[in-house]
């Protein structure tokens, strides 16, 4: 009985001899890794994520992304970039024609009246005005906007059902020298059910900063002339321009009667924003957006998208980019009604996210990513941003660069390790050992309890 005894509290024991600790993270634990430059004058810094991380890491999160210093992992936060909201409204844009005899190809000499704030007030053509005069060109009063707008909308009316026209806009302060802003396509046309209008200039960081805009207008000898203008401002500001990834597609062996290709992007990007072009000059067809995080899922309709490539009067139009809710997703679907043809182009545009981490412990301080089934960290580094960030005048986190990419673990990283739970089978087989020797030792009691009393020796 007493060997029993020792031999249940041995295996009932066993399971707490297993139990240890975790091993702390290490750089070479991951698939790749970068090193860090940094100044060493401020506590914190940032680095704006290259391409390299979304396609090494696995999680989309990207939790399993860590920053090291000398001895071992230091705090750090993961930020995405945030629009800033404006509230500029739109405004309309005061224009005037400007007249030249048929034939010519520029304005004729015209007089302006102006008034004290720099406002045009009137505009008169020099000389009587003559029934043979078509507009070349408008002018536009911007001297009233306190901000540069970045995007024109123009509205036309007496056109037909196919129009189109190539423009140039100019900027001046004083109505004598010009210097040229933009070049561009505006068009409004009807094809296949379908209705094209392409209304708007984008003038970007391009140099509007002029009070006066000036519009040729080709169309104006076919009687077409503008009935609106208005000048905008982008809803939103960014610290930082967009990353586009062009994809080339590959045929869906698996599509039926229809047309169908396969996109990958090899990464876990953030991607908002799509664009589609197509191979062949004057060609148009909608396609259905599909994508999925894995090749083992069911494709998820996106969007659908009417794409374009037409070549109207010498005029080269195509379409532009579709807004999307942001998703991570590595593989993409295009899929279309038309049969045959070429791949078109996908274009995935994203905003990279901005890492930050702390400044503590000794240097060098590097990036390691990639390790299938690592959790995310957790730290308290945003609700210290949150607290000092305020009050620190833009000071507080200071840019670090990040160097070329190294392999660490590599590949083997990336693949979930399956090892078995031997701390579980180790607990299972210590219970139901001590369930067995409990069991040996109820029955001997039990035999021993049926054994007849000995008699008396005489």
Not at 22 to 33: C, H, K, T
Not at 190 to 197: D, E, I, M, P, Y
Not at 216 to 239: M, N, Q
Not at 416 to 428: D, F, M
Request: hydrophobic share 45%.
């Amino acid at each position: 009985m007493k060997h029993l005894l020792v031999l249940f509290a041995l295996l009932t024991a066993a399971p707490c001899f297993a139990a240890d600790e975790a091993q702390p993270l290490r750089r070479e634990d991951f698939a790749y890794g970068m090193e860090l430059t940094i100044s060493g004058k401020n506590a914190m810094y940032s680095l704006t994520l290259p391409a390299a991380i979304y396609k090494g890491c696995t999680r989309p999160d990207l939790g399993d992304l860590r920053v090291f210093n000398a001895h071992g992992p230091v705090p750090h936060l993961l930020r995405q970039p945030q629009p800033e909201q404006t509230a500029k409204p739109a405004q309309d844009l005061p224009f005037f024609p400007l007249s030249a005899p048929a034939g010519a190809s520029r304005a004729a000499d015209f007089g302006i009246a102006i008034g004290s704030n720099g406002t045009l007030i009137a505009i008169s053509a020099g000389g009587a005005e003559k029934p043979t005069q078509t507009v070349t060109a408008y002018l536009l009063d911007v001297s009233s906007l306190q901000h540069r707008p970045d995007w024109l909308d123009f509205a036309w009316q007496g056109q037909g059902e196919q129009f189109s026209v190539s423009v140039q806009l100019d900027s001046s302060d004083d109505l004598n020298r010009w210097q040229h802003v933009a070049s561009a396509a505006l068009a409004e046309l009807s094809f296949g059910g379908h209705k094209l209008l392409r209304n708007r200039i984008e003038l970007g960081h391009n140099n509007a900063a002029g009070k006066y805009l000036r519009l040729s207008w080709p169309s104006g000898k076919d009687g077409v002339s503008l009935s609106a203008v208005k000048a905008g401002y982008e809803s939103e500001t960014r610290t930082q321009p967009r990353t586009v990834l062009t994809l080339a597609g590959q045929p869906d062996a698996a599509a039926a009667g229809r047309a169908a290709w396969l996109y990958t992007t090899d990464g876990v990007f953030p991607v908002d924003q799509l664009n589609i072009r197509l191979p062949e000059q004057n060609s148009l067809a909608e396609f259905a957006v599909s994508s999925r995080a894995d090749e083992k899922e069911q494709w998820q309709r996106r969007t659908s998208l009417l794409a374009w490539r037409l070549t109207v009067n010498s005029v080269n139009l195509e379409n532009g980019t579709l807004h999307l809710a942001p998703t991570a997703d590595r593989f993409w679907r295009l899929e279309t009604e038309a049969s045959g043809g070429a791949a078109p182009l996908l274009e995935l545009g994203w905003l990279p996210g901005q890492f930050v981490f702390m400044a503590q412990g000794e240097r060098p301080y590097s990036l390691a990513y990639g390790r299938a089934g690592l959790e995310p960290a957790r730290s308290q580094v945003g609700q210290l941003l949150r607290a000092v960030e305020p009050v620190s005048g833009g000071s507080l986190i200071e840019a670090a660069k990040a160097g070329a990419q190294t392999v660490l673990a590599g590949s083997s990283a990336l693949v979930p390790k399956t090892e078995l739970p031997w701390r579980v089978w180790l607990l299972w087989a210590g219970l139901i050992a001590g369930v067995l020797v409990v069991g040996a030792m109820a029955l001997k009691l039990f035999r021993e309890m049926k054994l007849p009393p000995s008699s008396p020796s005489p």
